[in-house]
């Protein structure tokens, strides 16, 4: 037979098209050739296979060898199809069974040794293998992380040789099982480690609940840092869908995903100086950037102000929408992106505005610049602001509270907030459109009195009223109640402190 079929699996975004790898072998010169748009690092599969196959004593064909990598359009990139091509040329040459090829898709590096090296992006991989009903052949490397897919037949193997007697049918591939770790509770910092600042605690614990966004303003060293690094402990647990997809997302990453971070909600804190690129994502092949690697978890700005502005422009569609779509001339790559923002800033240059010790020198052009930097369009997409005030002497030198409330306690009333929000309208509080904030949002005449004086006063838009209903809506389901009150309504106009108009304006 000079011809051989077998598929394998590129990598575009979170998503990993099928490759089908034809291998046929024809009279004429010894040549290899590799079509099918195939970048630098494919290319020079030819010589890792040459090596790969001769060092463990196979036949390499001397005829003239073309591998076509289809679909042709469908840049590829990498050394992760070495392994097919490998095999490929073996089923073609009658070395394996072109059956056994058809029941398997493989994806693996090879050293000149034909050992298996790991590949990045090996979970959309696994899924879609599962989804397409064959069974996938990894290096031994890889074999946890897709062991995160349930209903999949993984075969993971360290030597080409290995890979050859299993297709042979003389030494089978066991395959491989791994039990899914629990999320690391013991890992996330504790909320009653953090001294005081019983508003924000509480604001942190409605943000939680309804999956709202956040800006924390206060001094330096008031604890706004320590505050957002407790979220993710008192988030609800993720749902295997959730925790899938976020796995997904760090798999394509060049960091990639360590199978014992199974369930972890991501918490990602770029530095200030992060360009726009390394927030939403790109390069020539895109890749996920911090908002996507945020998915399902915490993205934390701090010293927001410090950002660039245009940066902090990327960050509008997002949060609106949860995706990002990546456009490049040759290619277009759209990753999810439903994360938490929490953001953290001073209120002024120096960062001791209303300090009672007067240390604080800002002018109002300084305070409003500084301020300024931060658009209107952004901070309206902020739901809650809150102040976190400087710390008495004795809240930190006295003994602990003992009625301190941990992280645990918290979690349990989030969790039943996020569940009477899923049988109400089947998403967090956050995430509801127009139609479900007038069905499950309604409010009484008092209320609707009370927010028209709050958009009158505060000079609010209509997104900032949508939002203030739906964070009402998420203190109402924390006190469990069945309708939005007026005191769950006037809790959360008193979270858009930055709407206030100045004194005098």
């Known amino acids: 037979m000079n011809l051989a079929v077998l598929h394998s699996r590129a990598r575009t975004g979170v998503e990993a098209p099928l490759v089908t790898v034809e291998v046929h072998l024809a009279a004429g010169l010894p040549a290899l050739s590799i079509v099918g748009l195939p970048e630098m690092a494919v290319k020079e599969s030819k010589d890792r296979v040459r090596g790969a196959l ?8 001397t005829k003239r060898i073309t591998i076509n990598l289809a679909p042709a359009d469908l840049p590829k990139e990498g050394g992760r199809f070495d392994l097919a091509i490998a095999l490929g040329i073996l089923g073609a040459s009658g070395q394996v069974p072109q059956a056994a090829l058809d029941r398997h898709e493989f994806v693996g590096e090879l050293a000149l040794s034909g050992e298996l090296r790991p590949v990045k992006g090996i979970l959309p991989v696994a899924l879609a293998a599962r989804d397409a009903g064959r069974a996938l052949v990894v290096p031994r490397d890889n074999a946890a992380e897709a062991a995160l897919v349930t209903g ?13 007697a299993h297709l042979n049918g003389t030494a089978p591939l066991p395959p491989f099982t791994a039990l899914v770790a629990d999320a690391h509770r013991a890992c996330y910092p504790d909320l009653g480690e953090v001294r005081g600042q019983g508003q924000a605690k509480r604001a942190l614990e409605i943000a939680a609940a309804g999956g709202h966004s956040l800006l924390l303003t206060g001094p330096p060293g008031t604890g706004k840092s320590m505050l957002s690094s407790r979220l993710p402990g008192i988030l609800p647990d993720m749902t295997e869908g959730e925790a899938l997809e976020t796995a997904a997302v760090l798999s394509v990453s060049e960091q990639g995903f360590d199978a014992r971070d199974w369930g972890r909600r991501p918490f990602r804190s770029p530095h200030h ?8 994502g790109g390069g020539g ?6 908002i996507s690697l945020a998915h399902n978890g915490i993205l934390f700005l701090d010293e927001l102000p410090e950002f660039d502005r245009r940066v902090l422009e990327v960050l509008r569609e997002p949060l609106e929408s949860g995706r990002i779509t990546i456009s490049r001339a040759a290619r277009q790559a759209e990753f999810p992106a439903r994360f938490q ?6 209120p002024c240059p120096c960062g001791y505005l209303g300090d009672p010790t007067g240390r604080c020198h800002c002018t109002a052009d300084q305070i409003a610049r500084y301020r300024g930097r931060i658009s209107g369009p952004l901070l309206d997409r902020i739901d809650m602001h809150v102040e976190v005030p400087r710390l008495a002497p004795h809240e930190l030198s006295g003994l602990p509270d ?12 989030v969790a039943a907030a996020r569940e009477r929000q899923q049988q109400r309208a089947g998403k967090p509080n956050h995430a509801m459109g127009s139609g479900d904030i007038d069905r499950h949002c309604r ?25 203030i209903l739906k964070l009402a809506r998420t203190i109402a389901d924390l006190a469990e109640a069945e309708q939005v009150g007026v005191a769950h309504l006037s809790e959360a106009i008193g979270y858009r402190k930055l709407d206030r108009k100045p004194a005098g304006a």
């Open 54 to 61: 001769l060092t463990g004593q196979f036949e390499f064909p």
């Open 152 to 164: 999949l037949t993984i075969h993971p193997a360290d030597h080409l040789l290995a890979v050859c």
């Open 273 to 280: 100086t992060a360009s726009g690129v390394a927030l939403v």
């Open 285 to 290: 092949n895109p890749r996920p950037g911090e």
């Open 341 to 346: 923002l929490i953001a953290a800033m001073n």
């Open 402 to 413: 003992p009625e301190v409330e941990t992280s645990a306690q918290v979690r349990e009333r």
């Open 443 to 467: 409010l009484d005449e008092t209320g609707r009195r009370l927010m028209e004086q709050a958009m009158l006063r505060l000079g609010l838009s209509a997104r900032a009223f949508h939002r």
